[in-house]
């Protein structure tokens, strides 16, 4: 650790609100990291939340069929288990409800600001505090968590007219509830996660439904059922039962990282599972053919559905893989020069994962901006948690900290110790900053992208939302998720350059002389 004492001290702006600690977000990472600082005795905190509720990415994402590819008993809380979840894999509606629920329960509502839009983060070197501008007034930290989430920013298409469109037209994201798709001629670009399941959903009252497909998805079954009521009533009421269950679910999923990360000729049992899918459910062979993937299961994120191909096996429902060339008023053109007439256009491309334009309103210490620091060298954090260059601000769902086989609640949390260990050290050794070290930083991000680089994920022959522009994975976490809990089970202040102020330096003396 090497620390430097200043003396410089410079009153902050005299019209902004002042908290300690500032959160932005307030989905599972936020409203974690907010319940952890309640737990350890902090009132002085605020949660800055553009939405009007918790829940972030489940608040947001309502379209028809929305639901976790994650297991229940997994995707929730370690502290705040649910015994009351009505099926194996929970829809959307019911995880918005138990995010609700554990935020009034942890008694954390009132330290949020809703409605309330971020629209920059800066460092301030004079007063070693963060200057925030929202929608609802200026803001300084000593210290800023950053809760965005991976998944909060939509990505739109770059289509040639696309904006020319003059029918209904939303992302999955931002589902238009009050548009009427029965009996319209609908159009979804995008067979990814969002697609999966909102195809099923509408294809049935459309008259017609043409699928945009780039790249086919590899499907497994979904081992969804409803829960009994002796197994509901076992897991509120026999202690330990539905802990246990939570523990063999992660044992099975983490089973999955061997053929991810190290023997990629163990994902063919899976591949060999969702061949011998397509060809129960996919009846015409054209089509067959078309939805069959060609490249390497678990390249890009294997997805679950036991409604996809059924859906796409029906007559009104067509597959187009020949890539868009323009969308008109009232419809899209194809590559081959197929003219489809449309009256509803419905973009399922997911989000900006590696390029999100949050990152061009966070500006360091040195005044460049996250989007410049990234484009410059790669995105890249120590631990997902601490970037070189922004003192005093931690990241959770950072750089490398995704996860393609299992629940990320189980990383949030991991992340969630370290910030919080990290916040007990700068009060317990009265530190001004902390800002990780450029050299550590650089040996940590080397070894991941060495790990990396024989996983499927990069080795698999395919394009992925994983990859930045530099060619990196610095989506997802290459190792079992238990050694990066290990990882980040203390703060580690010798990985951090520190300063400290003469008042704390002179607090401390007093207190030794005493």
């Not at 954090?381 to 086989?405: Q, T, W």
């Not at 900053?433 to 990069?458: F, G, I, P, S």
Request: aromatic share 10%.
């Amino acid at each position: 650790m090497s620390r430097k004492v200043t003396d410089k001290v410079v009153e902050p702006r005299a019209d902004a609100r002042h908290a300690k600690t500032i959160i932005v977000g307030s989905g599972f990472a936020g409203l974690g990291m907010a319940i952890r600082l309640r737990q350890q005795g902090r009132e002085d905190f605020l949660v800055l939340e553009r939405g009007s509720d918790v829940g972030g990415t489940w608040r947001d994402n309502t379209y028809p069929g929305a639901a976790c590819d994650v297991p229940s008993h997994l995707y929730s809380y370690s502290f705040a288990l649910n015994p009351d979840w009505t099926r194996s894999f929970s829809k959307q509606g019911e995880i918005q409800s138990y995010i609700k629920s554990v935020a009034a329960r942890h008694d954390v509502l009132g330290n949020h600001i809703f409605d309330c839009d971020v629209t920059s983060i800066r460092w301030n070197n004079d007063t070693a505090r963060w200057e925030i501008g929202s929608s609802q007034g200026e803001f300084t930290a000593d210290t800023v968590v950053s809760a965005i989430g991976a998944l909060c920013e939509p990505s739109l298409p770059d289509i040639k007219g696309i904006n020319d469109f003059e029918g209904e037209i939303f992302h999955s994201a931002r589902w238009n509830h009050d548009a009427d798709l029965a009996g319209k001629r609908v159009a979804v670009i995008g067979t990814g996660a969002s697609s999966i399941q909102i195809v099923p959903s509408i294809a049935s009252e459309v008259a017609s439904l043409d699928v945009y497909q780039r790249t086919a998805p590899w499907l497994l079954p979904r081992m969804d059922r409803p829960y009994l009521l002796p197994e509901r009533l076992a897991f509120k009421h026999i202690p330990g039962f539905q802990r246990l269950s939570r523990a063999a679910i992660y044992a099975i999923r983490e089973t999955q990282v061997v053929g991810l990360t190290r023997l990629p000729l163990l994902m063919k049992a899976f591949e060999g599972l969702s061949r011998a899918k397509l060809q129960i459910e996919i009846r015409d062979p054209e089509l067959r053919k078309k939805v069959t993937p060609n490249y390497r299961i678990g390249c890009k994120r294997m997805l679950i559905s036991n409604e996809y191909y059924p859906a796409l096996d029906r007559d009104n429902v067509d597959v187009i893989t020949d890539g868009i060339a323009e969308v008109k008023p009232g419809s899209i053109v194809s590559k081959d020069g197929t003219e489809r007439e449309i009256d509803a256009l419905i973009v399922a491309t997911g989000f900006h994962v590696t390029d999100s334009p949050v990152y061009e309103t966070v500006y360091g210490r040195d005044g460049r901006s996250l989007s410049e620091v990234f484009d410059e060298g790669g995105q890249q954090a120590y631990k997902g948690a601490a970037i070189e260059n922004f003192p005093n601000m931690f990241f959770l769902v950072g750089p490398n900290v995704g996860l393609g086989h299992t629940s990320m609640v189980y990383m949030i949390e991991s992340q969630i110790n370290y910030v919080a260990d990290a916040l007990a050290t700068i009060d317990a050794e009265g530190l001004r900053t902390v800002e990780v070290r450029k050299d550590v930083q650089q040996a940590y991000n080397r070894e991941l992208q060495d790990k990396l680089a024989k996983t499927v994920w990069n080795t698999g022959g395919c394009a992925s939302w994983y990859l930045d522009k530099h060619g990196n994975n610095t989506t997802l976490w290459p190792d079992f998720t238990f050694r990066f809990r290990s990882l980040t089970r203390q703060f580690d202040a010798d990985a951090y350059n520190v300063t400290t102020s003469a008042a704390a330096r002179a607090d401390d003396q007093k207190v030794v002389a005493q």
